[in-house]
């Protein structure tokens, strides 16, 4: 009889060839699992709010207080806090943001109040509803501000309103 060919396999080979199989089958399905239980979309939604609002502290072509030797962000140049600065600093037309902002004193006095995108900024009322399809963002930050080289702490009270998509 010829054996050319022929394999010969112990009873220990081929427990080796079957538990290679199962395992392989095991990481199969754990692979496939770990895939379709994995949320590829990314929500950041919250990530652009925190960059706009640390946009406004710390930019100096925003509301970050600059003498003739540096900007100082984090401290707000009051001559800067007006709509005209943050229509400047921020393109809201395209991201369909609102925004209020009210500058208040350490006694919570409101100093300069304005609003930014009214239109949006209006629809700020209907974010508490159940069936809005509106992302509101509510902060109220301890700030310093610069009013007439006098460094003051107050009250920065911020509410970003925009559009789901």
Known sequence: MNKKGFIFLTEEQMNLVIY??????????LVLTAYMNTDLDVDTVDLEKHMLISNLFLSPNCFSYTDSIR????????????EVIISEC???????????????????????????????????????LENSNLD???????????????????YLNIKVVSALE
Do not use: W
Not at 20 to 29: A, E, N
Not at 97 to 119: A, H, Q, Y
């Open 20 to 29: 290679s199989i199962l395992i392989l089958f095991v990481f199969g399905v």
């Open 136 to 154: 509101c963002y509510t902060a109220n930050n301890y700030i310093l501000y610069m009013n007439n080289s006098i460094l003051s702490p107050g």
């Open 90 to 128: 921020v393109d809201y037309h395209h991201i369909k943001k609102g925004f209020k902002l009210e500058l208040m004193d350490i006694d919570r006095n409101i100093i300069k109040s304005f609003e930014v995108n009214t239109v949006a900024s209006s629809q700020g009322l209907l974010c508490g």
């Open 71 to 82: 900007s100082y962000p984090g401290i707000i140049d009051l001559r800067k806090f007006d």
